[in-house]
């Protein structure tokens, strides 16, 4: 006796993705982007920080310097826990727009 195949049922994806998930995913990645864009500022502008904080005859060593950069992971460190709280309270798009208000604000 032949046994028939069988058949595994697939399931049913859309082909396209929905243009609100491609918004939504938009805004996230820039969201995102700028924050990377602003390490890299703050890592451009460290010669800059040894010039302007150091004294013209002995300026500062760069690893003085580059606590800048530590100083900005902490605080971008210690402002995580705080957002997952902040989301459940105020809501993540509405903390998502004032978060990406006042970081447009602040670079500027």
Same mark, same amino acid.
């Given at each position: 006796?032949?046994?028939?195949?069988? &058949?595994?049922?697939?399931?049913?994806?859309?082909?396209? !993705?929905?243009?609100?998930? *491609? $918004? =939504? /995913?938009?805004?996230? !990645?820039?969201?995102? !982007?700028?924050? +990377? *864009?602003? +390490?890299?500022?703050?890592?451009?502008?460290? #010669?800059?920080?040894?010039?302007?904080?150091?004294?013209?005859?002995?300026?500062?060593?760069?690893?003085?310097?580059?606590? &800048?950069?530590?100083?900005?992971?902490?605080?971008?460190?210690?402002? =995580?826990?705080?957002?997952?709280? /902040?989301?459940?309270?105020?809501? #993540? $798009?509405?903390?998502?727009?004032?978060? !990406?208000?006042?970081? &447009?604000?602040?670079?500027?």
């Amino acid at each position: 006796m032949a046994e028939s195949p069988q &058949t595994t049922q697939q399931p049913d994806y859309p082909e396209n !993705i929905d243009a609100a998930v *491609l $918004k =939504i /995913a938009g805004v996230v !990645i820039l969201g995102v !982007i700028m924050s +990377i *864009l602003d +390490i890299t500022v703050v890592n451009v502008a460290l #010669p800059t920080f040894q010039e302007e904080f150091g004294s013209a005859s002995d300026p500062l060593e760069y690893s003085h310097v580059a606590w &800048t950069v530590t100083a900005y992971t902490l605080a971008l460190a210690t402002v =995580i826990p705080m957002t997952g709280w /902040a989301a459940d309270r105020f809501g #993540p $798009k509405r903390l998502f727009m004032v978060a !990406i208000g006042l970081f &447009t604000a602040g670079s500027v």
